[in-house]
């Protein structure tokens, strides 16, 4: 990519009243508060435009509690996929959305990935090849509201629009809220390697000769505001 336009930080809003809506397992309530009060940013970088051209339409609303932070993201394509059934499993392959993120600023960082099911692959990592990866316990502690259900099928052809809510303890990352703004570092992506329309979308630009989206170095200013 030439001369890329790297988007504003990102200011997630504080909102406490989404976890008595999470404690309540009122998804329409959440959806409708993030709609109205969170922020709002679209994920349509086209990395690598000349081997990868499709981009579908891809946005995230994201906000926090100080417990935890909500993430609705929202995506129209032309081909949906969700084989992958079992978290941990490669859920890239299908019609994905994923939030990495390094709290401290650094190299280390949580990579969370999500296929349009709901399944999730997701771990620590201080280098791309040596994850550690999260647990079960720690994995059923991320709630996952997906709008096309839980049950796994094939690829699908046609005008697909769907919706994934995921709520991410904020321990879980080892962020601790105490009233004042929490800047870290991250990037949001749209990724479907094995549809027919494979493609690598991310929200901050990637710099980089081929596909790769476990970049520190790439990841945006991303700010959890009081």
Request: hydrophobic residues 35%; aromatic residues 12%.
């Amino acid at each position: 990519m030439e001369n890329p336009v790297y988007p504003a930080p990102i200011h997630i809003p504080y909102i406490p009243e989404l976890d008595s809506l999470l404690e309540s397992s009122d998804q329409e309530a959440i959806i409708n508060m993030l709609d109205q009060n969170g922020e709002r940013r679209t994920i349509g970088s086209l990395n690598w435009e000349k081997e990868y051209p499709y981009r579908p339409l891809a946005a995230v609303i994201a906000a926090h509690s100080g417990k935890a932070l909500y993430l609705d993201f929202f995506v129209r394509c032309n081909y949906l996929r969700a084989e992958n059934y079992e978290d941990q499993s490669p859920v890239s392959e299908d019609s994905c959305v994923e939030f990495f993120v390094s709290p401290t600023c650094d190299s280390h960082y949580w990579n969370f990935e999500f296929n349009c099911i709901g399944t999730a692959n997701a771990s620590h990592r201080y280098e791309r090849p040596k994850p550690t990866r999260l647990t079960p316990e720690e994995l059923a502690r991320i709630r996952r509201f997906p709008s096309c259900g839980t049950r796994p099928f094939c690829e699908l052809e046609g005008l697909f629009t769907w919706n994934l809510l995921v709520v991410i303890p904020l321990d879980l990352i080892n962020v601790r809220f105490d009233g004042q703004p929490i800047e870290m570092k991250g990037n949001f992506y749209k990724c479907a390697s094995a549809t027919s329309a494979p493609h690598y979308l991310s929200w901050n630009p990637i710099i980089s000769p081929t596909p790769d989206f476990h970049r520190p170095s790439d990841f945006g200013s991303i700010i959890l505001d009081v």
